[in-house]
């Protein structure tokens, strides 16, 4: 729990910091996935005028019985007609069309007995939203089409308003990103790449490893993600490189939990894995800042460490978690996590400005 001596410096610094210095605000931004960040997709459909409303209850259920929408449970089945000078008040959405659609008569869509079409004027071709909106985005521009329901997250609401986090929590991720610049001012100084991450237990605030990046001609994957996340497997007994030359490179020993050997794995219960100290799951439940877009084999490292939330500065123009790929976000990946880009972005685009 102890400050590491980086932030110590680092908070030093920022008392003795002229107001003209002031740091530039910033804004943490969630990346999203490419469903959340798409327009809505739509599909076209049937629904016919409601021309005796009595009988819009029964048509309802009829209706729905025979075509039951499976996959588009977001579709509202009636919609109240916009337009005061139209013939009927309400319509009815009757089932999907195919991509060939033309002119259908209700005997057609609507198989007979098992709906009676009493009621029900000529069917009429609409695009519908194609799947359920993700975000508050997407609802407007999918109930403009036809009326939709919307069951909002409110984390991905507030996140995308900038309100994600409490000014406690980020004077606590400004804290860890300066780390983080120190780290690659370090490396820049030793003439390596400027770029410098942190892992950070956010259950207790606790860093676990400090790293900046160390490639060079002999090592040139040692980039700054994987030097943390092996320095994170050092503290738990492991790693495999070693950072010795480099001291700004640092890890904390795993503290042991309660009934929590040393060395063991902390696991998410939603992998059914049982193994209570096996290896792989180095980076479970933790948060990683780094000055700079993770690229695809840093991304990927992250995928398979399990890490919780990753936070990054600037975006790299081939990076992995929002540029180039969505790797954190990929319904085919066993993983997923959490990304925000952002965090000190003025400071972070200082330590390597081409990108
Ligand atoms: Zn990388």
């Given at each position: 729990m102890d400050p590491a001596p980086g932030l110590?410096?680092?908070?030093?610094?920022?008392?003795?910091?002229?107001?003209?210095?002031?740091?530039?605000?910033?804004?943490a931004l969630p990346v999203l996935s490419e469903q959340q960040s798409k327009d809505v997709e739509l599909v076209l459909a049937y629904a016919a005028p409601i021309l005796d409303k009595r009988q819009t209850s029964r048509l309802l259920q009829e209706v729905s019985a025979v075509h039951p929408l499976p996959a588009q449970p977001h579709l509202k089945r009636v919609r109240p007609s916009r337009d005061a000078s139209r013939?009927?008040?309400?319509?009815?959405?009757?089932?999907?069309?195919?991509?060939?659609?033309?002119?259908?008569?209700l005997a057609e869509l609507l198989p007979q007995p098992a709906v009676d079409p009493r009621g029900l004027g000529q069917p009429f071709l609409v695009p519908v939203p194609a799947r359920p909106p993700l975000t508050r985005g997407q609802f407007e521009e999918a109930r403009a089409h036809w009326p939709t329901?919307?069951?909002?997250?409110?984390?991905?609401?507030?996140?995308?308003?900038?309100?994600?986090?409490?000014?406690?929590?980020?004077?606590?991720?400004?804290?860890?990103?300066?780390?983080?610049?120190?780290?690659?001012q370090q490396a820049a100084a030793r003439g390596l790449r400027a770029v410098g991450a942190v892992v950070v237990d956010p259950s207790s605030g606790r860093v676990l490893a400090t790293g900046h990046d160390c490639s060079n001609t002999a090592s040139?994957?040692?980039?700054?993600?994987?030097?943390?996340?092996?320095?994170?497997?050092?503290g738990q007994g492991r790693g495999a490189y070693d950072l010795g030359p480099y001291p700004a490179c640092s890890f904390a020993p795993a503290v042991t939990p309660l009934g929590v050997r040393v060395g063991s794995v902390r696991k998410l219960v939603e992998d059914g894995d049982v193994h209570a100290d096996s290896l792989?799951?180095?980076?479970?439940?933790?948060?990683?800042?780094?000055?700079?877009?993770?690229?695809?084999?840093?991304?990927?490292?992250?995928?398979?460490?399990?890490?919780?939330?990753?936070f990054y500065g600037v975006p790299s123009p081939d990076g992995a978690l929002g540029t180039r790929f969505r790797i954190h976000a990929r319904p085919d990946l066993n993983h997923r996590f959490l990304v925000f880009r952002g965090v000190l972005e003025a400071q972070c685009r200082q330590l390597d400005p081409g990108s």
């Open positions: 110590m410096e680092q908070r030093g610094d920022e008392k003795t910091r002229s107001p003209e210095q002031e740091p530039e605000p910033w804004q013939p009927h008040a309400l319509e009815l959405l009757l089932c999907l069309a195919g991509p060939a659609a033309g002119a259908r008569s329901s919307f069951h909002e997250d409110r984390q991905v609401t507030r996140a995308l308003a900038g309100r994600l986090f409490s000014a406690q929590e980020q004077t606590a991720m400004q804290g860890h990103m300066e780390r983080a610049v120190w780290a690659a040139p994957l040692l980039h700054a993600t994987m030097v943390c996340i092996d320095l994170v497997a050092q792989p799951y180095v980076c479970t439940g933790y948060d990683l800042y780094i000055t700079r877009e993770p690229c695809a084999m840093c991304a990927m490292a992250l995928v398979h460490s399990r890490v919780q939330r990753v």
